[in-house]
């Protein structure tokens, strides 16, 4: 639990929160204020962070990375969003994502370059509803013919290569490396999500690459994927529990002044103690589901429970503090305001929250996993 964390990961904490006000709190006032644009306070953060040791927390050791855990990666990330910082994304450098553990070519070709910053990877996972087929490829020889769609590659329009979930012939679905500037392959869109991020669809028309770009070996595509958006999930749920915590803080202090004007009224308190009821049970879960991962045992389900939980929290916990804030909250710029697009994202982004309900039940109903 957060109170009880052995002394090394309460070191984490303190350096992350030393971190978030010393760096990402000033450039978060220098930006609001005008004094910075976007991408030089990207920028800065990552210079910030490699100096403070948080960039290759995700990477492996052999390119100079500090391999950390999942409840080391939980604190930092539960402990910088808990100051409700921009940028948070860009404290952490690329890790392996799919393409962990590969060996040549793709290992010099895209896992090297990715790891050392002079290329970039998109996840191409999603399909559009309306797509006329599955994205596929078929076998020429010695290489791969590609057609196909996905729709939502984040920062798709700045990324070199794109790892791309697709059917190779009849032989199961795997992750294919494809670089954005291959012939065949366009951007059909650029476009933005509520949250300020920014992400593109692919087309693929009869796209040719070698077969050793496949990762792994066909039929390994969907556990692949779902070990990458499990690890990604609880991160998402430490920043909503972080933001959560950040969320409470703010709506105090809101009470405490009315309090001082002329009091609270009875009704404000009651959803105020919810509110802090739904952030200590959410917060739990979290740590108690990166403790599990962190022995080894199969976490799939209590990470659902702890992403599900967080995410919807966060999300009411901001449309309360707003309700109770009243209209200066949604004023365009008002933290809670830019906020609450943001908490509406993560209850769709790493897994749907009615899909994942599914997905508890079935891992408990069909596969007998998952622990209360
Ligand atoms: C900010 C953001 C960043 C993203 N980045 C990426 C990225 O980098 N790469 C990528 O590949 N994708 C990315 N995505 C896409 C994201 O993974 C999908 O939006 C998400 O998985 C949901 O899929 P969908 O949009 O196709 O919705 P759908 O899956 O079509 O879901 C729509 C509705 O159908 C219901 N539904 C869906 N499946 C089932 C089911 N099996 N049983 C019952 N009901 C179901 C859901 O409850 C929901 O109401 C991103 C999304 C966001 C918002």
Do not use: C
């Amino acid at each position: 639990m957060p109170e009880s964390l052995p002394p090394e990961f309460q070191q984490i904490e303190a350096v992350a929160h030393d971190f978030a006000r010393a760096v990402l709190l000033p450039l978060k006032e220098r930006a609001a204020s005008g004094g910075l644009d976007d991408e030089a306070a990207r920028q800065q953060v990552i210079e910030a962070s490699k100096a403070a040791g948080f960039f290759r927390m995700t990477q492996p050791a052999e390119y100079g990375g500090s391999e950390a855990g999942t409840l080391a990666l939980v604190v930092t990330h539960d402990a910088l969003a808990s100051h409700n910082p921009r940028w948070l994304a860009d404290v952490f450098g690329p890790g392996p994502g799919v393409l962990a553990n590969v060996g040549e070519p793709l290992k010099s070709a895209y896992l090297a370059p990715l790891l050392e910053g002079h290329k970039r990877a998109g996840f191409g996972f999603t399909e559009r509803d309306d797509a006329p087929h599955y994205t596929r490829a078929e076998r020429d020889g010695d290489e791969l013919i590609i057609s196909g769609q996905k729709s939502y590659v984040t920062r798709g329009a700045e990324i070199d290569f794109l790892n791309t979930l697709m059917e190779v012939g009849d032989e199961g679905r795997a992750f294919v490396a494809i670089d954005t500037d291959r012939p065949g392959v366009s951007q059909e869109r650029v476009f933005g999500s509520i949250d300020g991020t920014q992400h593109a669809a692919f087309k693929f028309e009869n796209v040719r690459v070698p077969a050793s770009h496949i990762v792994g070996v066909p039929g390994e595509g969907m556990p692949k994927a779902m070990r990458q958006i499990g690890n990604t999930r609880l991160m998402m749920a430490a920043e909503a529990v972080g933001r959560a915590r950040w969320v409470i803080a703010h709506l105090t202090g809101h009470l405490r002044r009315l309090e001082q004007a002329g009091g609270v009224k009875e009704s404000v308190r009651l959803r105020y103690g919810e509110l802090r009821i739904k952030v200590y049970v959410a917060r739990s879960a979290l740590y108690r589901a990166a403790r599990l991962d962190a022995t080894g045992e199969n976490s799939v389900n209590e990470g659902i429970a702890a992403k599900v939980f967080a995410t919807e929290t966060l999300s009411e916990v901001v449309d309360e503090a707003i309700q109770l804030g009243g209209g200066a909250a949604l004023e365009t710029d008002h933290p809670l305001a830019v906020l609450y697009n943001e908490s509406r994202v993560m209850r769709v982004a790493e897994g749907l929250s009615d899909v994942l309900r599914l997905n508890m039940a079935r891992g408990a109903l069909d596969l007998g996993k998952g622990t209360l």
